[in-house]
T-cell receptor, first 117, second 114 residues
Framework: DAGVIQSPRHEVTEMGQEVTLRCKPI?????LFWYRQTMMRGLELLIY????????DSGMPEDRFSAKMPNASFSTLKIQPSEPRDSAVYFC???????????????FGPGTRLTVL | AQTVTQSQPEMSVQEAETVTLSCTYD???????LFWYKQPPSRQMILVIR??????QNATENRFSVNFQKAAKSFSLKISDSQLGDAAMYFC???????????FGTGTRLQVTL
């Protein structure tokens, strides 16, 4: 398997523009996670899905952020409108059930570095 | 709420030497898992080692081992025979046995010098 795939790897956009980040999880994984990494706040969980259904979006910072998982092999994280403070690295990760088979590893994608000017 | 604390923002070790990275956590759960992730300059998050709280034996993976002190809620990572490729950010992480969410520490940047 190719691992978790994210696109684009880098995104530079201007304030106010819409940004869409994409993720393809590892085939067979039924959990998908979106994280944001910044120097100030470290790694934060934004939202996670189980079997394509959003389970916990309490980490989503504001209504400008939305995430979807239309099928088991694709998810998007959208920011509209984007702001400079959204600049960060966004990671997607996937796993088998984290607790069904205990303590399963989350496999991370390479991340998308977002810069909002 | 669970918290994970890494009190060493940066560490340095000479090649072939041993270094220990510290991690403490706070939880009221009895069933949980602890992880160390490595993030090299490529940004890729890579699992280094995993420890189940119900196991008394410390986990080891080649040159990497942990010192798990459950009563003290401490989970340190020891890297033996350090190599240049070990240079990276290292994150300690926690997940409760009934949960699906990882909680990460703030990371320790490890430098490996010749």
């Amino acid at each position: 398997d190719a691992g978790v795939i994210q696109s684009p790897r880098h995104e530079v956009t201007e304030m106010g523009q819409e940004v869409t980040l994409r993720c393809k999880p590892i085939s067979g994984h039924d959990y998908l996670f979106w994280y944001r990494q910044t120097m100030m706040r470290g790694l934060e969980l934004l939202i996670y899905f189980n079997n394509n259904v959003p389970i916990d979006d309490s980490g989503m910072p504001e209504d400008r952020f939305s995430a979807k998982m239309p099928n088991a092999s694709f998810s998007t994280l959208k920011i509209q409108p984007s702001e400079p403070r959204d600049s960060a690295v966004y990671f997607c990760a996937s796993s088998w059930h984290p607790t069904g088979v205990r303590g399963n590893e989350q496999f991370f994608g390479p991340g998308t570095r977002l810069t909002v000017l | 709420a669970q918290t994970v604390t890494q009190s060493q923002p940066e560490m340095s070790v000479q090649e072939a030497e041993t270094v220990t990275l510290s991690c403490t956590y706070d939880t009221s759960e009895s069933d949980y898992y602890l992880f160390w992730y490595k993030q090299p300059p490529s940004r890729q998050m890579i699992l280094v080692i995993r420890q189940e709280a119900y196991k008394q034996q410390n986990a080891t993976e080649n040159r990497f081992s942990v010192n798990f002190q459950k009563a003290a809620k401490s989970f340190s990572l020891k890297i033996s025979d350090s190599q240049l490729g070990d240079a990276a950010m290292y994150f300690c992480a926690y997940i409760a046995g009934t949960a699906s969410k990882l909680t990460f520490g703030t990371g320790t940047r490890l430098q490996v010098t010749l």
